[in-house]
């Protein structure tokens, strides 16, 4: 058995940050990359999930404490990272939009600091770029996954220099970051942790050892405990663990979806494939077909690893120990991907660390010959069109969000205007309990109301039927006088959710408390154009 | 160990075929990572759920209940052991049936006397345990292997899937591993009686002991086939003692629904017995043929295709191969035409799998074919993970395990030539 990095022998392949034109490179890549995120800022398409994350730290900063005063099934750390944003910066959705841009521009220049340790630099330099034009601006919204996948990027560079350097404080870091990741979003981070477990494994295979582990675990602790402390004194430490443990028996059944699914309803696929001359329709393919390629890449490491655990046993590549650790964290992190919902959206935000795979495949050495060496540049133009075509889809989506919306929470764009927001800003108090059902928490966040209940949405089929009773009656005991009321919600569930049980769908208790106990004051179109029926009490006049 | 021929290969022959048994560990070598991780992965979300109850080990565990409680008489009843199971365990809708012959319950005897949420983990323990004497048992004849890397043997048994779903599911076919790994090392101790008499202590799965001795029998081993008709009198008669004459002839009669008896969708949810997930003839032809062929069709299929390769094998293996080697396609033959196979049972598979791996002797052609589909059917079982629906496909390759232990000269003659006993036999 040997250390992978001995001290005194050279390193098998140079730290990219000691080489300064390296360093500007990479520094270059994220102020461009910021620069160019600015076109997302606050272009708000109204997507469900955004709001989920602001509404709890809006909570937070309200003085409530998560899963003792409000419900959510996320680990922590996204919701206190956003309120604490909002305290230093001040309470609005374009400050934590700004995260999500420093978030995407250090995603491409960690992807390219990770990619130029065995790629070239015009390779490794592509893909900061196309990190930045795709990955991000794919789901621009405030979520806790682009939250976790900055800890895990974090995590992997932490990683990468440990084992360059084996110094103690590079395994620490590596381990505070992959706990921060767990922190963020536990199926990432547990799927972060199995990655490195299958890195030490791989390496001992090898005969090789990696060093310092005790540090790397210590690292990890430290945030747990931290974490742990402050909930035990807060009194919230049982209900904290059963949210966090709820996904397992409720997230799974609605949100099982084939792997690679592309969540495209029947307009889009139409859309996308069927509308338009053969040129136009070739072009839209080519656009969408990274999402096909990218579901693939972890597949594709897992192979690698394969092959790498066997160089590195065989000592025949000095890049051997670095691949066998990015395809381990791959796979850890493809196995959190199956296991909670293995659709495009989860593989795209964990697309910095699965473009290292492309990268090597568009680097690939030592195979300059026969078909290889025919296709590869073939696959280049490939990959630089098709994943620019996708990157400039995008772009082009957000500057054509030209309707301005002055929310409670700050200006924000959108390509329609909504009338959602600005009937119910008109018709509530900032403060004010309305319910907003089933399922956009963003509203609550923008209009500067909030949920009556300890849930700020529901979703059918993964939501108990218990949950469904708690809105209820904070609805009855709370005297709410107004719901908004997505009555065709049920049409994005074969779409989003192809999985909710039937029964979930047709057995509505809330839906039908609201139609007995409400009356329809008049329908709003949103900016993604959906309908919401500005709903309230029947004893009460509508506005 | 070598399952094939004399060391008397040549040198350049040698050294090429070892660079093929090279490659081939190399593959297991570079996939132990992920066959750890997906066993890590399985575990943690199997055991919670199996804790509560939701695992095979509910039904032996009721079974050495029942025993312990003076109920061995209602052993085979349906009603009983689903109230009991609902009671001691978890109530659920439907109850897995204990069909196995009654002598295994007293062995959980001691387990009932735990609550359920205490006797699963120390179940799990006990196979642990019975796992780690198994490989103890085969690992002098897996130097090649151990030369590989010291931990490579061991590491091989632990990441087995079927045997990690046999300890996941608290079953009894790490057991059966245990018994066929005794006989086998008792084998090449040229000690045919006592090989018999362990194996036929694997009656408990009867469907595939019967075929792993019934090859001995074609190949006139007097000895072990004497020692297994005494074990099996005396665990029929233990079994008969137990429940009665009345509650075996019951059990005979709950076999034939479980087995030729279950022509719907409705039967095999109730069991919970799918034939499509198995990996032997019968699965293959359930799995290809379940919706085009009437449900006779199949089981006449079934029959039929499974005498024809029990026939072929016991045509094809000459008289003088030794004892101790015919053990491995008596292994896989058992597997393939048994007519009930769940994945935990494919832990036996070790056996053949990893000795066949070590595999040194053979010509070269014979050698590689022998090595990778080792191989294959090391890694086939990953199928539950990627397609469990066509778990049956996995029959392909222990099918052509089985012809690459066929082939002329695959399997030694006789210690002389090593085959497989290595250092042992000399």
Known sequence: ????????????????????????????????????????????????????????????????????????????????????????????????????????????????????????QAIASLMGILVAMTVVPSRFLVLHNWDSTFWACLATYCAVRWLESSQRVWAFAAGSFASLTFLSEQSKGAGLYLGFVIAILAFAISGERLPRIRALILGALCPLILTLTYFGSRRAIGSMFSACVWPLRHYSAANRVPFGHQNWSDEAREMLFHAGSFGIRAVKFLAVSPGFVVPVLPLIAAGLLVFWTIQLRRKQNPTAAYRVLICSVICGLLVSVIVVRADIIHFMYLAPLFYLVLAWILDVQGLNR????????????????????????????????????????????????????????DHTMAGEEILVYPYLPLYYYLTGTRSPSRYDFFQPGMNTSEQAQEIIHSLQADGVRTVLFESAFAEKIPISWPGTPLSAIVKDPVADYIVRNFRVCRSLRSAAGWDFLYMSRKDLQCP | MSVSTPKAASAPAEKHSSIRNSRAH???????????????????????????????????????????????????????????????????????????????????????LLPYRWAYPASILVNLSLLLISYRLLSPYLPDLRQRWRWFPLCLFLAFLPAQIALMQGQDSILLLLILAAAYALLI???????????????????????????????????????????????????????????????????????????????????????????????LIYGLAAERWPNTYMQIATVTLSVIIFGLVALSLRKEVHPAALALPATVVAVLVSYHVLTHDLSVLLIPALLTLESTGAGLHARKLLVWSAVAVYLAPLCLLIAPRHFYVVALPIALLLSALLQPHAISRGPETDVGLGSELN
């Open chain 2, 26 to 112: 190399d593959l297991l070598l570079g996939t132990l990572p992920l066959l750890f991780a997906a066993n890590l992965c399985l575990w943690s979300v199997f055991f919670p759920e199996a804790r509560r109850g939701h695992a095979d080990f509910r039904q032996l565990y009721v079974a050495g209940y029942m025993v312990r409680t003076g109920q061995s008489h209602q052993l085979y009843d349906y009603g009983v052991q689903h109230q009991l199971e609902d009671e001691l365990v978890s109530p659920e809708k439907l109850s897995l049936p204990f069909n196995h012959l009654a002598f295994e319950a007293l062995l959980f005897v001691p387990l009932s």
């Open chain 1, 370 to 425: 026969g078909v290889v060496k025919v296709i590869r540049p073939y696959v280049r133009v490939y990959v630089v069109v098709a994943f620019g075509l996708m990157g400039v889809a995008l772009l082009v989506s957000a500057l054509g969000a030209h309707v301005q919306v002055e929310t409670r929470r700050g200006l924000i764009r959108s390509r329609e205007k909504d009338f959602a927001i600005v009937y119910t800003q």
């Open chain 2, 189 to 283: 101790k040229h000690r045919d009686l006592a090989a018999g008499v362990v194996a036929g202590l694997g009656l408990f799965k009867f469907q595939l002991v019967l075929p792993f001795a019934a090859i001995y029998l074609l190949r006139r081993r007097w000895k072990l086939c004497a020692g297994f008709a005494g074990s099996a009198i005396v665990t029929a008669s233990v079994s008969a003692a137990l429940v009665g004459f009345e509650q075996m002839s019951h059990y005979v009669r709950s076999l034939g629904s479980m087995s030729v008896g279950l022509t719907s969708s409705a039967d095999q949810f109730r069991y919970g017995i799918f034939p499509g997930h198995m990996a032997n003839v019968r699965g």
């Open chain 1, 1 to 120: 058995m040997s250390a992978v990095a001995e001290p005194k022998a050279p390193p098998a392949i140079g730290p990219a940050s000691k080489l300064v034109p390296e360093r500007w490179t990479a520094v270059l890549l994220f102020i461009g990359s910021c620069l160019y995120l600015l076109a997302f800022l606050n272009v708000v398409n109204m997507e469900p999930d955004e709001g989920i994350v602001l509404s709890g730290a809006q909570r937070i900063l309200e003085g409530q404490i998560p899963y003792r005063d409000f419900f959510s099934f996320y680990t922590p750390g996204s919701f206190y990272f956003t309120a604490l944003l909002f305290k230093v910066f001040g309470n609005s959705i374009v400050v934590a939009r700004a995260a999500m841009v420093f978030f995407g521009a250090s995603f491409a220049a960690l992807t390219y600091v990770l990619a130029r340790r065995t790629c070239s």
